[in-house]
Nanobody, 119 residues
Framework: QVQLVESGGGLVQAGGSLRLSCAASGRTFPTYVMNWFRQAPGKEREFVARICWGDACTYYADSVKGRFTISRDNAKITVYLQMDRLKPEDTAVYYC????????????WGKGTLVTVSS
């Protein structure tokens, strides 16, 4: 069982930065593929970024590529999302999710943290 708790959301002006954290429990954390998703008001949840267990790979949605950076600290059992050059369209609830195999979807979800970017 893995529990995920996000933090770091808040209000920021366009062009600013925020760093989200996702604290995970569970000894098997290093083996999970960690992901960030987001859901804007009135829209469906969408993929944002992913990092593999061995840091061998990272993936980003086109909409955030070059602006967001995902990283993980297996010793601290935490995954981060550094968000730079934020835009109003980045406003959403951001969710952390973990899976052993992305082919089968996400195994665990956090409750989310709200990011609001003002213009």
């Amino acid at each position: 069982q893995v529990q995920l708790v996000e933090s770091g959301g808040g209000l920021v002006q366009a062009g600013g930065s925020l760093r989200l954290s996702c604290a995970a429990s569970g000894r098997t954390f290093p083996t999970y593929v960690m992901n960030w998703f987001r859901q804007a008001p009135g829209k469906e949840r969408e993929f944002v970024a992913r990092i593999c267990w061995g840091d061998a790979c990272t993936y980003y949605a086109d909409s955030v590529k070059g602006r967001f950076t995902i990283s993980r600290d297996n010793a601290k059992i935490t995954v981060y999302l550094q968000m730079d050059r934020l835009k109003p369209e980045d406003t959403a609830v951001y969710y952390c999710a973990a899976t052993r195999d992305i082919s089968y979807g996400m195994d665990y979800w956090g409750k989310g943290t709200l990011v609001t970017v003002s213009s």
